[in-house]
């Protein structure tokens, strides 16, 4: 069945001999014949680092971004100040990262195609419910007593959602052979954890550690180390698009 191009060959990592292939229909791409959600598997398996350690340890951070985002959506169910915007996107974010961590855990094509389907729409939310918060936020007008972690919480909702769609772009434009395209929107992607970590650190030092928290003080050390290894993708990016 592998051998027939109109059918998926991706066979899972648990299958060593690849004697179960999946067998749905395959999409028209030239070369290796696999399924529209098993290529979007296959593509994050790569980006998570390919290893099976990467894979586990991708795996608990989601489980544990997902029972945050689950907690989070069913408070604002339920204690009525949550704006019901933030509410919905907490709960298509849990279903987002459902996925993900199903096409890790599982290699199931499900995984892959809700990575697909919901990344759109997660990343603009995010984006909305950032900028909203921005302009709720007094720290975010010129002159006015800043609140640090409001100001922090609004450019990390817009880094992730600036992330998640470049990310998701980065995959059309591989799946479609656009590898001059796609490696913009790698760039776009470091440069948007680039921005989370610069504004948490300065957020900070800009509060003269008024609002320093144990969070904070997480995301900072983070912060640096993203910086630090985001530049160096940077760089690297650059100098690949030059060529």
């Known amino acids: 069945m592998s051998s027939l191009a109109f059918t998926c060959s991706y066979t899972t990592a648990k299958d060593a001999e690849g004697t179960s292939p999946c067998g749905r229909r395959a999409t028209g791409r030239k070369g290796d014949p696999k399924c529209l959600g098993h290529w979007s598997v296959s593509w994050l398996m790569e980006v998570m680092g390919g290893t099976e350690h990467a894979r586990r340890t991708y795996a608990n951070y989601l489980l544990v971004a997902i029972g945050i985002s689950v907690a989070l959506a069913v408070r604002g169910t339920f204690d009525g100040d949550t704006p019901p915007l933030m509410t919905a996107g907490l709960y298509l974010q849990s279903l987002f990262l459902g996925g993900v961590l199903l096409a890790l855990e599982l290699e199931h094509p499900i995984g892959g195609t809700s990575y697909l389907l919901l990344g759109p729409a997660v990343g603009a939310i995010d984006i909305i419910i950032g900028i909203d918060t921005l302009q709720q936020n007094p720290s975010a007008r010129p002159g006015e007593s800043a609140n640090a972690l409001g100001v922090l919480e609004g450019y990390f909702y817009i880094a992730v959602g600036f992330a ?17 395209l796609a490696n913009l929107a790698t760039l776009a992607w470091y440069m948007a954890l680039v921005m989370l970590a610069v504004s948490a650190v300065a957020t900070v030092v ?32 650059v100098s690949k698009i030059r060529v």
């Open 206 to 237: 800009i509060s003269g550690g008024s609002d320093w928290s144990l969070l904070t003080f997480v995301i900072v050390i983070a912060g640096v180390a993203i910086v630090a290894r985001g530049i160096t993708h940077i760089k690297k990016l």
């Open 164 to 180: 998640i769609i470049s990310m998701w772009s980065h995959f059309g434009l591989t799946y479609a052979a656009f590898d001059r």
